[in-house]
């Protein structure tokens, strides 16, 4: 096929969308926990096998499985500030996009299709491309085992036990990798009635491998304790049907044309198929694992829709001049877009939507966190369990809190649950938050556990601004009500 004008069009309204996509993403949550590790890691020279920052008791040792990714997010702030982490990010975009095209293409799909069909997958991958955490670096390294499963070289494979080894030390999302793998050698075994011996061998290799980290055999015990672990707290490992119906649509809609390839060439003319099964059904176990659906079907379903009358008619709609028109239509209005989101700036909101705006998924406390440091505040605060790490990356060591968002790697579950049941005053909640009395409370300003300590009694407000209050025992003289509501001030990062 020849390179038509409507073709480049096509590839640069792809482009820009990821660019929109990503564009919406606020500060992650998780990113301030890395950046506290990596702080550490940086000024004592060892990687931590304890949780400072908690005021809770802890598990011995804490596998801080992540330590790697802290250290590149927090040396990335350290050398160029926040331009220098949204530059960082941008590039792991990019990989992940390379490598996504790359191995479809490896596949034969041919360019057209990839980028007819690139819209879904970035719909679907799109909540994960936040600023930042390590489930990029999973979605990088992803993308280039997808890459690397096309080849059967010994050198390939050798190739792949390096990233594994570098993989578990940024993420425990490299049990992707291994299932990834797994799944291929199965495939190819039924398919072909044949072993794929370099492959198989990465299997027996990599999980001796699990071994090399700051904490050797103990990161097995973490990923026993906390692969199988319920976390209903967090809305992103609910299952797929209470997503946002967009991120439902997309998935359906993907579904519909696997299955449509399927039905058209067979199983043994799809190579993959297990791949995509065994992802879908991740993606519909959790949402979380939508963005690991959306990279496997990029890579591998365009190349079976080549092989149906599919692509002859994506072929001649891209010859069409109303195709050419649309394309640039599209273009123009993502590129508007784009401009007025900015995704050059680092978004990180700071204080209460204004009225008729959207609130923003997170608040940070920056206004209570200011006020803390300016009483000189030192001693226990129990916080929000989104945003306890933005307060740690702040305020520690000063300042220890409860549990945050990266719990499963520090708390026993029992411990967690007794103090999700706090934060929600739920259950026996009371008994919790005697058993580990705080100094001071931090809550949102719809918080159910703050109405629930002013109900008691024994907690008074000591300072309030639009999004969050912070509560003091109510027989503590030492401090004086603080109003902040009604003020707007800039954030500052990081």
């Known amino acids: 096929m020849k390179m038509h004008p409507q073709l480049f069009l096509a590839g640069a309204a792809v482009l820009l969308l990821l660019v929109l996509v990503c564009s919406f993403a606020q500060v992650d949550l998780d990113l301030f926990h890395l950046l506290g590790i990596g702080r550490e890691i940086a000024h004592t020279g060892r990687v931590p096998w304890t949780d400072s920052t908690s005021y809770l008791p802890t598990l011995h040792p804490v596998v801080h499985h992540e330590w790697l990714s802290g250290l590149l997010f927090f040396g990335t702030i350290n050398i160029s500030g926040s331009s220098g982490l949204l530059a960082l990010r941008w590039l792991l975009v990019a990989a992940i996009a390379w490598l996504t095209l790359a191995a479809a293409q490896r596949r034969g799909a041919p360019i057209v299709l990839v980028l007819l069909l690139a819209p879904l997958a970035i719909v679907l991958v799109g909540p994960a491309l936040t600023l930042i955490r390590a489930q990029v670096l999973t979605l990088v390294m992803m993308a280039a085992f997808l890459l690397l499963l096309r080849s059967e070289r010994y050198t390939v494979a050798l190739a792949a036990l390096a990233l594994h080894v570098c993989w578990l030390n940024l993420h425990a999302g490299f049990v992707v990798g291994w299932g990834l793998v797994l799944a291929h050698v199965i495939e190819v075994a039924l398919r072909e009635r044949r072993l794929t011996r370099p492959w198989l061998h990465f299997l027996l290799a990599a999980p001796l491998l699990i071994a090399v980290n700051p904490w050797g055999l103990h990161y097995y015990t973490y990923l026993l304790r906390a692969l199988p672990m319920p976390r209903p707290q967090i809305s992103e490992w609910a299952p797929l049907w209470q997503a946002q119906p967009?991120?439902?649509?997309?998935?359906?809609?993907?579904?519909?044309?696997?299955?449509?390839?399927?039905?058209?060439?067979?199983?043994?003319?799809?190579?993959?198929?297990?791949?995509?099964?065994?992802?879908?059904?991740?993606?519909?176990?959790?949402?979380?694992?939508?963005?690991?659906?959306?990279?496997?079907?990029?890579?591998?379903?365009?190349?079976?829709?080549?092989?149906?009358?599919?692509?002859?008619?994506?072929?001649?709609?891209?010859?069409?001049?109303?195709?050419?028109?649309?394309?640039?239509?599209?273009?123009?209005?993502?590129?508007?877009?784009?401009?007025?989101?900015?995704?050059?700036?680092?978004?990180?909101?700071?204080?209460?939507?204004?009225?008729?705006?959207?609130?923003?998924?997170?608040?940070?406390?920056?206004?209570?966190?200011?006020?803390?440091?300016?009483?000189?505040?030192?001693?226990?605060?129990?916080?929000?369990?989104?945003?306890?790490?933005?307060?740690?990356?702040?305020?520690?060591?000063?300042?220890?809190?409860?549990?945050?968002?990266?719990y499963e790697v520090a708390f026993d579950p029992a411990l967690a649950r007794q103090f999700f049941d706090l934060l929600n005053a739920r259950g026996n909640w009371p008994q919790t938050l005697a058993t580990y009395p705080p100094d001071l409370v931090l809550v949102d300003n719809n918080s159910p556990l703050g109405a629930a300590l002013l109900r008691h009694g024994a907690w008074r407000i000591i300072y309030k601004d639009d999004a969050y209050t912070i509560l003091a025992a109510a027989h503590d003289a030492r401090w004086h009500y603080t109003d902040h509501r009604g003020q707007r001030t800039a954030a500052v990062f990081p």
């Open 246 to 406: 967009y991120i439902i649509g997309a998935c359906a809609l993907s579904w519909l044309l696997a299955i449509y390839a399927i039905a058209k060439l067979g199983l043994r003319r799809t190579p993959g198929a297990l791949l995509v099964i065994v992802a879908a059904l991740l993606a519909l176990w959790h949402q979380r694992h939508g963005s690991i659906y959306g990279l496997v079907w990029l890579a591998v379903v365009p190349a079976w829709l080549a092989e149906t009358p599919l692509r002859q008619q994506v072929e001649s709609l891209f010859r069409h001049r109303v195709t050419t028109i649309g394309a640039s239509a599209l273009l123009l209005a993502i590129v508007l877009i784009i401009l007025r989101e900015k995704p050059w700036q680092l978004r990180m909101p700071v204080n209460a939507a204004m009225p008729g705006e959207p609130p923003p998924r997170i608040i940070f406390p920056q206004g209570a966190v200011a006020h803390l440091r300016t009483t000189g505040f030192n001693g226990h605060l129990l916080a929000p369990f989104e945003t306890a790490a933005y307060v740690s990356w702040h305020l520690a060591p000063q300042v220890k809190t409860a549990i945050d968002s990266r």
